[in-house]
């Protein structure tokens, strides 16, 4: 089976959750994101009669000579532009799925859902540096062109993570309210500008992807770790219920400080988890009747 046989059939096996999914996303809290945009200038055209007088354009009738009217038009379509961070952190994961495949499986569903929404849908891949972008466009061969990159992961091991760079391309690259699906365990720092300068712009939800070890290590000893962006290493002893504790507590006060900043810099926080059913948690996020 070629690369391109095995894409069509991954996509058919997301299409019915994508059905699913992009109905949430009409009807319920993002709803009215796709009622209109608002009205949006498209040019001017000549004066005809019945046109009502304030419509009109001075400044080009001055210089035409005879009277223009400005063009307007309702926009109907909400653009998604989607964020992956493909990180060494990402990589990671206590079941048979990591945060990474966690990610690319959302990223998927969004896209296809996208589709059947008919909004143009974009995205920006990034570990330690931006390995690929692309504006939001509408279609199939746009789907299925974010699917092979998706499938392609980049998941190349540059240390670091761009997530800085990553949201301030979006937001110059950006020319209309989008909404903006950021994938990520935000493991890294100094984000929070760009982020709250694209909150500003877009609706932008800021996905982490949470794995159960985040909360609590498996009980077997003393075990060596090693961190994989510094590869710097550790023993912990995974046995002690007070070492557990600490743990949990820290991981806790990590997602709690998350939570906060993302609202206070005027995002939407929303946790994914690598040991539940993505399609399960993206509809329920989508159709809840308040997002925070």
């Known amino acids: 089976m ?6 069509s059939k991954k ?9 699913s999914l992009a109905e949430g996303m009409k009807t319920g809290a993002f709803h009215s994101l796709y009622k209109g945009q608002g009205i949006e200038f498209r040019g001017v055209r000549e004066y005809l009669k019945g046109d009502e007088v304030r419509a009109i354009d001075w400044n080009v009738t001055a210089r ?5 009217v400005k063009v307007f038009e309702e926009d109907r379509e909400l653009d998604i532009f989607i964020v992956i961070d493909t990180s060494r952190s990402m990589l990671c ?16 569903l969004l ?14 891949l990034f570990d330690g540096k931006i390995h690929f972008s692309c504006a939001p466009k509408a279609g199939h061969e746009q789907i299925m062109f974010l699917l092979s990159q998706f499938e392609k992961s980049y998941a190349s091991g540059v240390q670091g993570s761009a997530l800085d760079n990553a949201l301030l391309g979006a937001g110059r690259l950006l020319k209309k309210r989008t909404l903006v699906m950021v994938f990520s365990d935000f493991r890294t720092m100094d984000w929070l500008d760009s982020f709250s300068r694209l909150c500003h712009k877009h609706d932008v939800v800021a996905v982490r992807i949470c794995d159960p070890s985040d909360e609590k290590l498996p009980s077997i000893g003393a075990v060596s770790f090693q961190d994989t962006e510094s590869n710097y290493t550790c023993t912990l002893p995974t046995s002690s219920s007070v070492f557990q504790k600490e743990w949990a507590k820290a991981n806790q006060a990590r997602i ?23 399609i399960h948690e993206l509809s329920s996020f ?3 009747r308040e997002l925070i």
């Open 2 to 7: 070629d690369k391109r046989t095995e894409l």
């Open 11 to 19: 996509a058919r096996m997301l299409h019915v959750s994508a059905l």
């Open 111 to 124: 896209t296809l859902a996208s589709y059947h929404n008919e909004s143009p849908v974009g995205a920006v």
């Open 93 to 108: 994961g206590s079941g048979s799925v990591t945060r990474l495949e966690k990610a690319m499986e959302c990223a998927s």
């Open 286 to 288: 989508f159709s809840k």
């Open 256 to 278: 709690d400080s998350w939570k906060y900043e993302c609202i206070r810099h005027g995002g939407i926080p929303l946790t994914v988890h690598t040991d539940e059913d993505s």
């Open 64 to 68: 035409m000579g005879h009277p223009y």
